[in-house]
Antibody, heavy 121, light 110 residues
C-alpha cells in the first residue's frame, strides 16, 4: 500500500526558507510513472496547490508561488522535497504531499497526513 | 489563476440529496473534463472521491456522483449519511500542467 509521510521543521522564522521532505513507501519514485505534488492549507482555510515534480526533474509550479518555490527529488531516499523561500506569516499552513496518478498533473489519489508549519519569530 | 468558486456551506437531512457547485472559467473547468472532488474530515488529509468529472475511485461509494455543464462542475451526494459531514473541495486542471482548487464547502448533516 502506498504511503507518503511529510517531515521537516514545524517552526520557521520570517524571511527564511521552509524545507520539507516527503518520504514515499510502497512505490519507487524513480519508476518515473507519476508526478508528486505539494498542497497546503492555512488554518481554517482551503487547499492551495504549490507544485508538482516527476523523477525526470520535470516540474510545474503554481504561478502565484513560482518565484519562491523549488521542488527536487532524491531517488536514493525515495523522497521528494519542497523549498519555499522568503516565508511570511501567510505561509503558515498544513503542508501535504500527494501523488498524481496517471502520469499527469491532474487529480491527487494518495496523500500524506500533512505537517503543520508555523512561520513566526 | 483564480480559485474556483464554491458555496461556503450546504446542509441536508439524512436520506436527502444535496449538490455542491464549483464554478470556474473557460480556462479551467470549461476547457477540460478534468475536475476532481475531495472529501476532508477535520484534522485529516483530503480523500479523492471523484475524478475526470464523473469517475469514482475504487472503494468510493456510488452515492457520490459528479457532473459538469459549461464552466460549472457539481458534486451530488444522494442518501445523505451522518458520516458525509465534512468539507468538500473541487479541483480542476487549468492548463500547462497546473491545477486550481475551489475554496471548499462545509457540508452539515442536520
Amino acid at each position: 500500500q502506498l504511503q507518503l509521510q511529510e517531515s521537516g521543521p514545524g517552526l520557521v522564522k520570517p524571511s527564511e526558507t521552509l524545507s520539507l521532505s516527503c518520504t514515499v513507501s510502497g512505490a519507487s519514485i524513480s519508476s518515473g510513472r507519476f508526478y508528486w505534488g505539494w498542497v497546503r492549507q492555512p488554518p481554517g482555510k482551503g487547499l492551495e496547490w504549490i507544485g508538482s515534480i516527476r523523477y525526470s526533474g520535470s516540474t510545474y509550479y503554481n504561478p502565484s508561488l513560482k518565484s519562491r518555490v523549488t521542488l527536487s527529488v532524491d531517488s536514493s531516499k525515495n523522497q521528494f522535497s519542497l523549498n519555499l523561500s522568503s516565508v511570511a506569516a501567510s505561509d503558515t499552513a498544513v503542508y501535504f504531499c500527494a501523488r498524481h496518478p496517471g502520469g499527469t498533473v491532474v487529480e491527487f489519489d494518495f496523500w500524506g497526513q500533512g505537517t503543520l508549519v508555523t512561520v513566526s519569530s | 489563476q483564480s480559485a474556483l468558486t464554491q458555496p461556503a456551506s450546504v446542509s441536508g437531512s439524512p436520506g436527502q440529496s444535496i449538490t455542491i457547485s464549483c464554478t470556474g472559467t473557460s480556462s479551467d473547468i470549461g476547457s477540460f473534463n478534468l475536475v476532481s472532488w475531495y472529501q476532508q474530515h477535520p484534522g485529516k488529509a483530503p480523500e479523492l472521491i471523484i475524478y475526470e468529472v464523473t469517475k469514482r475511485p475504487s472503494g468510493i461509494s456510488d452515492h457520490f456522483s459528479g457532473s459538469k455543464s459549461g464552466n460549472t462542475a457539481s458534486l451530488t451526494i444522494s442518501g445523505l449519511r451522518a458520516e458525509d459531514e465534512a468539507d468538500y473541495y473541487c479541483c480542476s486542471y487549468a492548463g500547462e500542467s497546473t491545477v486550481v482548487f475551489g475554496g471548499g464547502t462545509k457540508l452539515t448533516v442536520l
